[in-house]
């Protein structure tokens, strides 16, 4: 009987773990945009809301279900509300991971560099925001499909954003120390944003398969950082 509570458990609070990286990643990496006294308040508060956005969509679990309802039809391909969410957010993410590497290599190399416009907080948090809520609609849509118990999902989505709090600003701090990690990372987002737009128009790339070239291209870099300084 714990057995077969304890294995979805873990399980489900795995996956969220793995799938809040990628906001963390994506937020320390906007953060960087602001003064150095406001860059924690960016991620506390992007990491707030993605827990926000996961309790409240927990509470409105059948809402979340009818949202792999066909809308309408393109190509032979049925759209549904969360087809849309994912394909938005999967373009979005592209858009903002290939213009930060295009401003990182190509223009920080210039000898006339192109100065980054002025953003505000607000703007920030309303682009963390949007991403938040993409992952989030990921997230639970996922968990339902894992684990039939709604009080299994709030644990593991609770105890998922605690280490994601711990674990944001170490995140924070290994990328901003290295570079090429940095890039490397925004490879990392453009991946998944490519993953969130084939899903919504229903190809389905098994995650595994993601995020286990992630962390071989993660080992990759490590080894390599570790022979340099060698």
């Not at 118990?149 to 105890?159: F, G, R």
């Amino acid at each position: 009987m714990i057995q077969e509570i304890l294995i979805p458990l873990f399980s489900l609070i795995a996956l969220e773990i793995i799938l809040g990286v990628d906001n963390i990643i994506f937020i320390s990496i906007l953060a960087n945009r602001l003064p150095e006294n406001q860059r924690d308040k960016l991620r506390y508060w992007g990491i707030g809301l993605a827990i926000a956005f996961r309790l409240v969509l927990l509470a409105f679990i059948s809402w979340i279900l009818k949202l792999d309802q066909t809308l309408f039809t393109i190509i032979n391909k049925d759209i549904s509300g969360k087809g849309l969410i994912l394909i938005a957010g999967g373009l979005f993410l592209i858009y903002k991971s290939t213009k930060e590497i295009y401003h990182k290599t190509e223009i920080a190399n210039n000898d006339n560099p192109t100065v980054y416009k002025t953003v505000t907080f607000r703007q920030l948090l309303l682009e963390v925001l949007i991403l938040d809520l993409v992952f989030s609609i990921d997230s639970i849509i996922t968990a339902v499909g894992m684990v039939t118990e709604l009080w299994i999902m709030y644990v593991a989505v609770i105890v998922a954003v605690i280490i994601m709090f711990i674990a944001s600003k170490p995140i924070h701090n290994f990328i901003n120390k290295h570079p090429s990690f940095k890039i490397l990372a925004l490879c990392f987002l453009m991946m998944i944003g490519v993953a969130l737009l084939a899903e919504g128009l229903h190809f389905e790339i098994p995650k595994g398969y993601i995020y286990f070239s992630m962390a071989f291209a993660f080992l990759v870099d490590l080894i390599q950082m570790k022979t340099v300084k060698k």
